[in-house]
Each structure stands twice: as structure tokens, then as C-alpha cells.
């Protein structure tokens, strides 16, 4: 069962920027799926990023949209989320999701499209 690590998570200011990386344990497929989500202290989960390994389309959450990246380096299997213009808002743990399939469009923002997590990486980020 492939495992997901993320790192790159800390403590930022506002307007600062972070980059956080998503590698899994051993290699996948072109078409592996990946997406970034996020969870604030009494929120519920929210959909922060994704790209389909099928063919490279981006979907990104409303709140992050403009302001965040999501990115492959196919020669190192590891996934990217760079992460400009931070707000306070943005505070919140930063879970790497996969899927070994290739989601529709409709479910490519949806938790349950993923079958596998990793454990989280904290983003702070200061006023």
C-alpha cells in the first residue's frame, strides 16, 4: 500500500510564501492523482488543490485560487504545493491525498476520491 509523506510545513508571516511536498513511498504511474487538502482547528476538511496524472489538469479550491500552485516533478515521483501570498486563514493542516485511478472532474474535489493519505504537515501563518 503506497504511504504518502509530506513535508515543507511551518511557521510563516503573512504574505510570505511556503512550499510543501508530497512524496510516496514507492513509484507510481503516470496516472497516479494527487490533491491537496486542508483542515483548520473545528473546520471541516476542505479541497485545496489537485492534478490529474492522466493529463495534467489542475482544479483548485476557490479560497486558494490564485494563490497556490500544484505541480509534479515526474523524475522525482513528488508533488508540489507552492503556497504564495499566505493569510492567517490559510492556517491549517495540509494533507497529500492520492488516488491510483484517475477521478472525473466531478470528483477530483471530493475526499472520497482518494484512497490514500498521509499524515499531515502544519502550516502556520501569522498576522
Known amino acids: 500500500q503506497v504511504q504518502l509523506v509530506e513535508s515543507g510545513g511551518g511557521l510563516v508571516q503573512a504574505g510570505g510564501s511556503l512550499t510543501l511536498s508530497c512524496a510516496p513511498s514507492?513509484?507510481?504511474?503516470?496516472?497516479?492523482?494527487v490533491a491537496w487538502f486542508r483542515q483548520a482547528p473545528g473546520k471541516e476538511r476542505e479541497f485545496a488543490a489537485a492534478?490529474?496524472?492522466?493529463?495534467?489538469?489542475?482544479y483548485y479550491g476557490d479560497s486558494v485560487k490564485g494563490r497556490f500552485t500544484i505541480s509534479r516533478d515526474n523524475a522525482k515521483n513528488t508533488w508540489y504545493l507552492q503556497m504564495n501570498n499566505l493569510r492567517p486563514e490559510d492556517t491549517a493542516v495540509y494533507f497529500c491525498a492520492g488516488s491510483g485511478g484517475s477521478p472525473i472532474t466531478s470528483e477530483m474535489r471530493r475526499s472520497q476520491a482518494y484512497e490514500f493519505w498521509g499524515q499531515g504537515t502544519q502550516v502556520t501563518v501569522s498576522s
Open positions: 492534478i490529474r496524472g492522466r493529463d495534467g489538469t489542475r
Open positions: 514507492e513509484p507510481t504511474s503516470r496516472q497516479y492523482t
